[in-house]
Nanobody, 122 residues
Framework: VQLQASGGGLVQAGGSLRLSCAASGRTFSSYFTGWFRQAPGKKREFVASISQSGGSTYYTDSVKGRFTISRDNAKSTVYLQMNSLKPEDTAVYYC????????????????WGQGTQVTVSS
């Protein structure tokens, strides 16, 4: 599976962005997918994940109520709608895919996109 993330950019605090991750290759609907992020000088951290059908989702506490992960299997695309953005959301965001469930662990995912930069100004 090849993953291509897009949609990042510069936004003011309180604003919104929608990230997209287009997949190609093997059957996209077979994979759990997720988003991680990595801020400068920090470890890559889990943001959100979604099941193959889209029926189950999981979020890290810091984004609950502000971010929404969704997917469109017909388009082989996963999305991350980010609202009420904060400066601490600034990071490179990576999409990922795997088969080990709604995991928060980096090692549970087999495929990674190249990342898209999100910068939130105060």
């Amino acid at each position: 599976v090849q993953l291509q993330a897009s949609g990042g950019g510069l936004v003011q605090a309180g604003g919104s962005l929608r990230l997209s991750c287009a997949a190609s290759g093997r059957t996209f609907s077979s994979y759990f997918t997720g988003w991680f992020r990595q801020a400068p000088g920090k470890k890559r951290e889990f943001v959100a994940s979604i099941s193959q059908s889209g029926g189950s989702t999981y979020y890290t506490d810091s984004v609950k109520g502000r971010f929404t992960i969704s997917r469109d299997n017909a388009k082989s695309t996963v999305y991350l709608q980010m609202n009420s953005l904060k400066p601490e959301d600034t990071a490179v965001y990576y999409c990922t895919a795997g088969t080990r469930g709604l995991s928060t662990r980096i090692g549970s995912y087999d495929y990674w996109g190249q990342g898209t930069q999100v910068t939130v100004s105060s």
